[in-house]
């Protein structure tokens, strides 16, 4: 059904700019905006427009419906505001203190729908539009396509990670950083005013944003890193903790990503909580007390490295990312292990689950784990994976619910390991 609609969408647009002939190019540059008017197409010059207003104010021109505002975590003293209902695809963070943007008046500009007009002057050629589409069809197909072209977005770590000649210093030298750049284990048990249920509301959160700016795996490890080394050291209010969370993924992108975001766009995402001095000022904060050590190395990378140095298949591996994803969500008990270890376990499942074997000879020989150190941290991954469906917080499961990743959260977890 799909194929023939587009298909008859093809034909119709190669009889427009093939037999068909116009007196003059004007004419037949109102005719193309006539037709692409029709068929829903904003012209360039109102994407021009909307571009001009930059990226925070052009991700307000979006759908009826579209979920733009993620929420905020919890209420701001200096804004003195309440947050209420937001959108049914994403759960308000802390019910108690929303209520609708609706009651904020002119504080809170509510998304726009960009409307086609006619305006022939900035067209774009039906040539542009041809390859535009073929471009987003290349978003659908099979499982397994749709799998390896999210790998693609590791590229970058893959590139730096997989010289064989240096695969073994590269990773002694990860193992040797790990270990100064890790949060302190129990940090949580010193915050007097947050909890563990807090921050795993927050993590969900980051995940959200992660999605929606389709930001790279390795800034949310890099953000939830930034955010769990900050804890260990300084004391945050209940008011303040998104604020930190949103410096985290900022400083996380700007380090990780070609593009990164706009600060007012991670502002327009708090719902506004925070104006963008806070958040620069609390970047400025989190950089110090981290000593501007912003390079720290993540259950992300080691897996990544893993994958390489023995190869399984994408849903394995989109599995083993789902896991390592998951373990976010819980500082304890997983800060008090060692990201390579987290990695080795998340391999060890994902590689048991799918192809009933555990830890190969060839990464024990490199990494110089045993499956009996691996053990307890397996353990206590294989018991989050079995409670992941029943969670509030479905963020990663939604994540991983699609084709891109196989639709791994779907899968059934094992009952039981095969050792004690």
């Known amino acids: 059904m799909d194929g023939a609609s587009d298909a008859g969408g093809g034909a119709e647009l190669c009889m427009s700019i093939g037999p068909r002939r116009h007196a003059s190019w004007e004419e037949f540059i109102a005719a193309k905006a006539e037709k692409m008017a029709s068929r829903g197409f904003a012209p360039l010059s109102s994407r021009q427009d909307l571009m001009g207003l930059g990226r925070a104010d052009g991700l307000r021109a979006l759908k009826p419906g579209q979920r733009v505002v993620l929420g905020v975590l919890t209420e701001n003293d200096q804004h003195n505001r309440v947050f209420g209902q937001v959108s049914s695809k994403y759960e308000p963070a802390f019910r108690d203190v929303s209520i609708s943007s609706a009651t904020l008046g002119d504080h809170v500009v509510e998304p726009v729908l960009v409307r086609s007009t006619k305006s022939p002057s900035f067209l774009l050629p039906s040539e542009l539009l041809l390859v535009d589409d073929a471009v987003q069809d290349l978003g659908s197909g099979s499982c397994m396509d749709s799998s390896m072209q999210s790998l693609l977005e590791e590229a970058a770590s893959e590139d730096v990670l997989c010289v064989p000649e240096y695969a073994e210093d590269i990773h002694r030298c990860l193992r040797e950083r790990e270990i100064k750049y890790r949060p302190k284990p129990g940090y949580m048990g010193k915050q007097p005013d947050i909890t563990n249920c807090m921050r795993i509301i927050l993590v969900d959160w980051l995940v959200e944003v992660g999605e929606e700016y389709k930001l790279c795996s390795e800034t949310l490890y890099l953000a939830v890193n930034y955010l769990d080394r900050f804890l260990s050291c300084i004391s945050v209010l209940r008011g303040k903790l998104q604020l930190v969370g949103t410096a985290a993924i900022l400083l996380a992108?700007?380090?990780?990503?070609?593009?990164?975001?706009?600060?007012d766009e991670f502002v327009y995402i708090t719902d506004d909580t925070y104006t963008?001095?806070?958040?620069?000022?609390?970047?400025q904060h989190l950089l110090r007390v981290l000593a501007f050590d912003v390079t720290a190395p993540t259950v992300h990378q080691f897996?990544?490295?893993?994958?390489?140095?023995?190869?399984?298949?994408?849903?394995?591996?989109?599995?083993?990312?789902?896991?390592?994803?998951?373990?976010l969500l819980e500082v304890d008990p997983f800060v008090q292990y060692l990201p390579s270890k987290t990695a080795a376990a998340a391999y060890c499942l994902a590689n048991y689950t799918l192809n009933g074997a555990l830890w190969p000879e060839n990464l024990y020989s490199f990494t110089g784990y045993s499956l009996a150190v691996i053990g307890p941290c397996l353990k206590e991954l294989h018991k989050l994976h079995l409670g992941a469906a029943g969670r509030p917080q479905q963020a990663i499961q939604e994540k991983y619910k699609s084709s891109k990743y196989c639709g791994v959260s779907l899968l059934e977890p094992v009952e039981c390991l095969p050792f004690h």
Not at 276 to 283: G, I, V
Not at 308 to 325: D, G, M, P, Q, T
């Open 303 to 327: 897996l990544m490295q893993y994958t390489l140095e023995e190869h399984i298949c994408a849903r394995s591996v989109n599995l083993a990312l789902y896991l390592s994803e998951l373990s």
């Open 253 to 263: 992108a700007k380090y990780e990503e070609v593009y990164p975001p706009e600060v």
């Open 276 to 283: 963008k001095k806070q958040l620069l000022r609390m970047e």
